[in-house]
């Protein structure tokens, strides 16, 4: 029996190894669904496979219209999180979901570069018209966009707003990547499909490959109580 519970520990350590977590929050993992307060159902569907990839696919599209489309913060994210009852079922804290928050960041950046160059390359050349801006933050932010599409061009800082700055900005522009490539007119049509004159592929579908997030609670450490003296020593 000793030696069974000894290779259990030491499958458990291996399987926490390669998840990255310590074996403490696996083995609460292991132990979870029977505390979890929720009905049967809710809790059997979100451990099944169609209930992870649904909650994978929610927590995404979270960060992404409060964080992204919307003025809101990852904090939002996780009240959320809480009020819906769903951080029963995934790491709902700060630390967790600004990691969440990073990750879709840098997806999306990769999303353009990627898009853009594949697109570019079988684009026909054409002439177009840049409309410059000019925003102070108090940084000055150079912006360019094509009108006719609405494709941004450029939306980046400067050290200065002179003809050489602007020249420079453009070339290393980094695209405006939501606006271009999920934002839609009434035609259901985006900036970079009218720019670009093909249908691209689509972001959100791209973020869901390649974004990962916290599958469950970790298991919380309680600090132990000082306990203060009742008289104080002067």
């Known amino acids: 029996m000793a030696k069974h519970k000894s290779a259990f520990k030491d499958n458990q350590r291996e399987i926490a190894k390669q998840l990255g977590i310590p074996r403490s929050t696996l083995q609460h993992w292991m132990d979870r669904k029977d ?3 929720a009905e049967p159902e809710v809790k059997a569907f979100f451990e099944s496979p169609t209930g992870t990839a649904f909650l994978h ?5 979270a960060q992404f219209v409060i964080t992204l489309l919307g003025p809101g913060s990852v904090r939002l ?14 790491a709902a804290s700060y630390g967790s979901q600004q990691k969440v928050s990073v990750a879709i ?5 990769d999303f353009g570069n990627k898009e853009t160059n594949r697109m570019a390359k079988d684009m026909e050349p054409k002439d177009i018209t840049a409309c410059l801006d000019e925003t102070f933050h108090p940084e000055t932010c150079l912006v360019s966009i094509e009108p006719e599409s609405n494709y941004i061009l450029l939306e980046t800082y400067a050290d200065g707003r002179k003809g050489s700055d602007w020249m420079k ?8 990547v939501v606006h271009n ?5 009434r035609d259901e049509t985006t900036p970079a499909e009218r720019f670009f004159g093909a249908k691209p592929n689509d972001l959100f579908s791209f973020l869901l490959d390649k974004v990962d997030i916290p599958r469950r609670p970790a298991k919380k450490r309680f600090k132990p109580e000082v306990k203060k003296p009742l008289i104080a020593v002067g």
């Open 35 to 37: 505390s979890i307060d």
């Open 57 to 61: 696919r929610l927590v995404v599209a």
């Open 77 to 90: 994210v996780c009240e959320f999180l809480e009020l819906s009852g769903l951080s029963k079922f995934i």
């Open 105 to 109: 960041e840098q997806a999306i950046v």
């Open 169 to 176: 900005a453009m070339e290393d522009a980094l695209k405006a």
């Open 181 to 185: 490539y999920f934002i839609k007119r």
